[in-house]
């Protein structure tokens, strides 16, 4: 009845502190990883955002035991769980409900997921999630968008990934953990969420060795137990208030974070021309000159994230000087720059690249096309003289907890304003 929109009048600069919450691309993955665990998981430090309550319902549609403990904890219980089809409409709205398939794969030696959702980057295929599952010996068949997968009794295998997959990564480890002997993944991706997976999984009982390195082992035990674990801080909303506090030329200590998961994102910022201060858990990010002109390209981890590209796009827009970004993990990452050219970027774009002039970005009504490119549109509402007005907010309320108020305390002039649709406008009438 109400579109949710924000409201940025830009131009102030951030001060004081942030408190980050955690991972979300842990969290998807972990909580579809509890199905393969016969106990109480107890998850601590889950971050408050929609992709979360996402895979939470599907697990408790598909007979998981959910007790929300507190607002950062959960405990899940699918001791219980019998075999089921995940339920369709869920799955198909989020992109890491294709963790499904691992996992039950795992548990059950058989699954039945639609294929997932998720931002719309260009092609997002799903090749070798199949070929590992496969070289584990399921098959897998993908038919009107549902993936069945189905194996007598999966066993281990050497896995070579022909593409780095974040993805593939965490699902052949998942199918993996129980299935019986030595697998080994080559070729893994090495995300901070990968070895958090797998911190996850051997806290729960599995043996899985080597994940953030070249080479992942995982021995495969009979039963996974219940116990506690904690996610860790989410990467990429510590990378977005990093950039968002050197774009407004402000002075913010994040707390919470592991600031070697951010290395890629400190240099990049202090090649812009920020000051960036490490300390155990947190870290001070600070700026007051202009912005220098750097070039910018995405890699799997340790490289600069492709998930803080766009929120790194906003502040060269108003850098000093011509900036490239080389988009070499997404075919199609650029769908934020028609919005960003709305705010008066000046960016023109050519295949993966995008050649950004510094220019000065002043308040229009734009759109959240994506997660990222919702975030991006924050920072640049932030920088823009006037009011920005971001349409479409329900992609960032997937992956970042509480912007607008963690915004708020940084002392950004920002609200969450509620635009009647037509139906209810033509009901007042
Ligand atoms: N790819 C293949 N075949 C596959 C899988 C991937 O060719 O079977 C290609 C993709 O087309 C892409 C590259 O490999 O070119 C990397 O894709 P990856 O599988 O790593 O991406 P993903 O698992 O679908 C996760 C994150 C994304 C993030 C990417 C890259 C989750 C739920 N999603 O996606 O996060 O962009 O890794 O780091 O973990 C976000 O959080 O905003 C987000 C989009």
Same mark, same amino acid.
């Given at each position: 009845?109400?579109?949710e929109?924000i ?13 980050i919450?955690?991972a ?5 993955a972990?909580i ?5 665990v016969e ?8 971050p408050?955002?929609k $992709?979360v ?6 697990l408790?549609? &598909?007979g %998981?035991i *959910? @007790?929300n ?11 219980k769980?019998?075999f089921?089809?995940?339920?369709s409409?869920l ?6 409900s ?9 548990r059950?030696?058989?699954a039945?997921v639609d294929?997932p959702g998720?931002c719309?980057f260009?092609v ?9 599952f ?7 068949i993908i038919e ?7 194996a007598?009794?999966?066993?281990a295998?050497n896995v070579?990934? $022909? ?5 593939a990564?965490?699902?052949v &480890?998942? %199918?993996a *953990? @129980?299935a019986k002997?030595?697998t080994?993944i080559?070729?893994?991706a090495?995300?901070p969420h990968?070895?958090d997976?797998?911190?996850?999984l051997?806290?729960m009982?599995?043996d899985v060795?080597g994940?953030?390195t070249?080479?992942?082992k995982?021995?495969?035990v009979?039963r996974l137990?219940?116990?506690t674990?904690?996610?860790?801080p989410?990467?990429?909303?510590a ?11 402000g002075e ?6 592991i600031?070697?998961?951010?290395e ?6 202090m ?6 201060i490490e300390?155990?858990d947190s870290?001070l990010?600070?700026?007051?000159g202009e ?5 910018v ?16 796009a906003?502040l060269?827009s108003v850098a ?7 988009e070499?993990i ?5 769908r934020?720059?028609?919005e ?7 960016i ?8 950004i ?6 308040g229009a ?7 990222r ?8 509402g932030?920088i823009?003289?006037?009011t ?10 997937r992956g970042?907890?509480d912007?607008?108020?963690k ?7 920002i609200?969450?304003s509620y635009?009647p649709?037509?139906?209810v ?5």
């Amino acid at each position: 009845m109400f579109l949710e929109r924000i409201v940025i009048n830009g131009g102030k600069s951030l001060r004081g502190e942030v408190e980050i919450s955690g991972a979300k691309n842990a969290a998807v993955a972990i909580i579809p990883a509890t199905i393969l665990v016969e106990g109480i998981c107890r998850i601590e430090n889950i971050p408050n955002i929609k $992709d979360v309550d996402l895979i939470v319902e599907i697990l408790y549609k &598909m007979g %998981a035991i *959910v @007790r929300n403990i507190d607002k950062t904890t959960l405990e899940i219980d699918c001791s219980k769980m019998r075999f089921a089809a995940a339920p369709s409409d869920l799955c198909r709205k989020m992109r890491a409900s294709y963790y499904l398939v691992g996992a039950l794969l795992g548990r059950f030696s058989q699954a039945q997921v639609d294929m997932p959702g998720g931002c719309d980057f260009g092609v997002r295929p799903i090749d070798q999630h199949v070929k590992g599952f496969e070289a584990l010996g399921a098959n897998i068949i993908i038919e009107h968008g549902i993936i069945y997968a189905k194996a007598n009794e999966l066993k281990a295998n050497n896995v070579y990934l $022909d593409q780095v997959s974040v993805g593939a990564t965490i699902n052949v &480890m998942l %199918a993996a *953990v @129980r299935a019986k002997g030595h697998t080994i993944i080559e070729n893994p991706a090495k995300e901070p969420h990968i070895v958090d997976v797998a911190n996850f999984l051997n806290s729960m009982g599995a043996d899985v060795k080597g994940a953030g390195t070249d080479l992942i082992k995982i021995d495969g035990v009979e039963r996974l137990h219940g116990g506690t674990y904690t996610i860790i801080p989410d990467q990429i909303e510590a990378g977005t208030y990093m950039v968002a506090a050197a774009a407004t030329k402000g002075e913010v200590l994040i707390k919470n974070v592991i600031p070697k998961h951010l290395e890629s994102i400190s240099a990049k910022l202090m090649e812009i021309g920020a000051d960036v201060i490490e300390f155990d858990d947190s870290i001070l990010v600070k700026c007051s000159g202009e912005f220098n002109k750097v070039n910018v390209k995405t890699l799997p981890y340790p490289g600069f994230p492709t998930d803080m590209h766009p929120q790194i796009a906003a502040l060269l827009s108003v850098a000093n000087g011509t900036s490239i970004i080389n988009e070499s993990i997404w075919d199609n990452r650029f769908r934020y720059v028609d919005e960003l050219k709305r705010l008066g970027a000046n960016i023109q774009v050519d295949g993966k690249i995008a050649v950004i002039e510094g220019s000065h970005l002043s308040g229009a009504t734009v759109k959240a096309c994506d997660l990222r490119a919702g975030a991006a549109m924050v920072i640049a509402g932030l920088i823009a003289k006037g009011t920005t007005i971001i349409e479409d907010i329900d992609h960032i309320e997937r992956g970042y907890e509480d912007i607008t108020n963690k915004l708020k305390s940084l002392g950004a002039d920002i609200c969450l304003s509620y635009k009647p649709t037509k139906l209810v406008k033509e009901k007042i009438v």
